[in-house]
């Protein structure tokens, strides 16, 4: 499915994400469709995100119109979906409510569902938080013997804190830190990023 080209604008921003999982830059037209990739770039289930994808066409007061979904999401559990991504002040518009009816119908005509997300679902933190600083450690950096050695000893230890693996490996905090924000990064390690800030303090699992 070829996505719409997103080019400079003298009305809206452009918004670069970085994405590994995507193996590109993915460009989007707001700062809350920039959060929204991080929670789509580290979800397990989630397997792609093409941000303005082709356009959808619906009738609106007898005339043909045009709408692009800000992305179309490939999922494992529940294949393509389509997402709109909107502040709540915006959806709670009747105007907007109409159209998004309207827009739902046409896409299921072509079996898949349009999906509304605010901000009330992407800036939640501290997973929104943990997410961008797990984005800082993705990508194809070199990896270290320590890198290494913090997986083997998560492996071997199984659930531990990143303080017990600083005790056990006599090196510097921030360093055992980061390369277990890599894994975490990379999916080969897990931690909670739901409850809490990620830290030395956060448990760390295989």
Known sequence: MKSRVIGPSTHKSI???ASPKMGKMVKVESSLE???????EYS???TSFIAQPCGVDYQLNGRTQT???DFLVEDKEFGKRFFEIKPSSK??????RVKFALRREA?????IP??????????LNPILNNLKLLHRYAGNYSLTPL????????????????RDLVDESDCAPGDVFASALTWISRGHLQADISDNELGVNSLVWC
Do not use: M, N
């Open 15 to 17: 918004f670069k994400f």
């Open 34 to 40: 920039y959060d929204a990739c991080f929670h789509f």
């Open 44 to 46: 397990p289930s989630i």
């Open 67 to 69: 709408f692009y979904p």
């Open 91 to 96: 959806v709670r518009k009747p105007e907007f």
């Open 107 to 111: 896409a299921l005509s072509q079996s």
């Open 114 to 123: 349009l999906i509304v997300v605010t901000e009330k679902q992407i800036c």
């Open 147 to 162: 890198h290494f050695w913090v997986l083997d000893a998560v492996k071997s230890l199984g659930r531990i804190t990143v």
